[in-house]
């Protein structure tokens, strides 16, 4: 039986790490947009997304965050745009910066970053990374379950739903967790080399 090859799922994972974390990237700027018509262009927004709802659906989310455009006399509210804008450009941001940093993370335990001491997962760069993650993960469940607020008090019960990640929550803790076993192999690692 053939041995597995591990390069070749290192090399997927820093592809789709990259991949993810470009596509996150245009998220947000395409957000940053659409934020931006919808404070400076209402009138042209707004004759757009008339026409155009059926198509598109009344409802949009991202990551648990969800807000309905229409309200009940069939009308595009701006204000739940913008404040779907608002959240997706904070919630991309922060899966960007998940998978920038799954990507750095692998790049530096193989050590092909500037910042790297070694061809060794246990360093102090790739706990603090997987720290990050973490907190990026459970801070989207909060920014979303915020922003349901926020879109329940502006708008209106009719139209935002409050909803939490949990799935956000329970993977962010399993990262930190984590990270505290790679501090102490990191511990451990140094330990070692003090010994050679």
Not at 104 to 130: A, E, H, N, Y
Not at 133 to 150: C, K, Q
Request: hydrophobic share 50%; with cysteine.
């Amino acid at each position: 039986m053939k041995k597995f090859n591990m390069d070749i799922v290192i090399n997927i994972s820093l592809i789709l790490s990259k991949f993810a974390e470009v596509l996150h990237w245009i998220g947000v700027v395409s957000m940053s947009v659409l934020l931006i018509c919808s404070l400076t262009a209402k009138n042209w927004l707004w004759s757009i997304l008339e026409n155009s709802i059926e198509e598109i659906g009344s409802t949009v989310s991202t990551y648990g965050f969800e807000i309905s455009v229409v309200n009940a006399q069939g009308n595009v509210t701006m204000t739940a745009i913008t404040l779907f804008c608002i959240s997706s450009i904070i919630i991309f941001s922060l899966y960007a910066m998940v998978f920038r940093n799954a990507y750095l993370i692998i790049k530096t335990s193989k050590g092909k970053t500037w910042f790297s001491k070694g061809d060794t997962p246990f360093q102090s760069d790739i706990v603090r990374m997987l720290r990050e993650i973490g907190i990026f993960l459970i801070s989207s469940s909060a920014v979303s379950y915020i922003m349901g607020v926020i879109g329940r008090i502006i708008i209106g019960a009719d139209i935002a739903e409050i909803g939490i990640r949990f799935e956000s929550i329970v993977i962010g803790l399993l990262v930190l967790c984590l990270s505290q076993f790679f501090a102490y192999g990191t511990e451990l690692q140094k330990d070692v080399d003090g010994l050679l």
